[in-house]
């Protein structure tokens, strides 16, 4: 005969028996997702990262999560960058680097001297211009085309991984986070690219060309007044008449302007454009604010943009 005790110890049992085995199970599932997590979670390893100009330097803090700590040298939003002059605290960076990554195409040349100076064999160097097969006198500013900067941020993360093997998964989930967070620019250009396409518009700076062709916008600024501008130089008259004509007659219907490379010219064809009521849209070579994401920065500039070429139909 069973006894009413027994019962009752046998159900205590019972239940003690499913909570160890509940436990078990928590502690399973626990295990197993840690080891399908833990591939991705970082080793704690630092690399010492300089970038020539704090766009690079942000895509690549990106990029690199909580394993990198990233120097940016050019970051100035009121100077020129092509005019940037390094110093004693430069040099001590790009000694300790173990990655640095540079524009090239005769954009930040200071650079190479520095790694000239300083040597160090476990650093590791990739230079835009080179991966992107452009050279000196072409135009250098690759960050504002979006096939350039998702091929430039396909080889940072290459890189990493190769420097710091250890941490491979870590950075293959930085970089598919980058891309969600690349996915508002994006989106930004293709709108732009589908309403406004063949948009005529002029530009201060060559700076302005590579994003126009992504935005399929027709450009028409004389291509030697915006290099020269962009290279120091005095643009030729007869490039100066052409692109005064052009806003005089309203044909550019918007005017980018670059606003770390501003002279008397440059300066001149903006008032212009104001007085005849042509949207002025500022752009700039660094970052602004400096602490701001790549792609904050680009969606602000592309935002007033889209605003700028949809001015007539907003006065509607």
Not at 206 to 227: C, N, Q, R, T, W
Not at 279 to 298: C, G, H, I, N, R
Request: overall charge negative.
């Amino acid at each position: 005969m069973v006894t009413k005790a027994y019962r009752l110890m046998r159900g205590r049992r019972g239940v003690a028996v499913l909570v160890a085995l509940l436990a078990a199970l928590v502690t399973a599932c626990g295990s197993s997702a840690s080891s399908s997590t833990g591939a991705a979670q970082p080793s704690g390893k630092h690399l010492n990262v300089v970038a020539g100009e704090n766009f690079w330097g942000s895509i690549t803090s990106q990029l690199g999560g909580s394993q990198v700590t990233v120097k940016s040298v050019v970051t100035d939003p009121n100077a020129d960058p092509h005019d940037y002059e390094s110093d004693t605290a430069d040099a001590r960076a790009f000694a300790t680097a173990d990655y640095v990554i540079l524009n090239g195409a005769g954009y930040d040349n200071w650079a190479n001297k520095l790694l000239s100076a300083n040597p160090n064999s476990r650093r590791k160097v990739v230079t835009v211009a080179d991966l992107l097969g452009k050279k000196e006198g072409d135009n250098p500013h690759f960050w504002y085309s979006p096939d350039y900067v998702v091929k430039v941020a396909d080889r940072i993360s290459s890189d990493l991984k190769s420097i710091d093997t250890t941490d491979a998964d870590y950075f293959t989930a930085q970089r598919k986070a980058f891309t969600s967070a690349l996915t508002p620019y994006l989106n930004r250009i293709a709108a732009i690219h589908s309403r406004f396409a063949g948009r005529k518009v002029g530009a201060t700076e060559s700076i302005f060309v590579y994003m126009s062709d992504a935005l399929g916008l027709d450009l028409i600024s004389p291509p030697e007044f915006m290099k020269a501008v962009a290279e120091g130089n005095d643009p030729p008259a007869d490039t100066v008449a052409t692109f005064q004509q052009q806003i005089q007659s309203k044909t550019a219907t918007v005017l980018v302007y670059n606003v770390q490379t501003s002279t008397d010219v440059t300066n001149t064809i903006k008032q212009m454009a104001a007085q005849q009521g042509i949207p002025v849209v500022a752009v700039s070579e660094t970052m602004q604010p400096p602490d701001a994401t790549f792609e904050e920065w680009q969606l602000g500039q592309l935002n007033t943009l889209y605003n700028a070429l949809n001015a007539e139909a907003l006065a509607k």
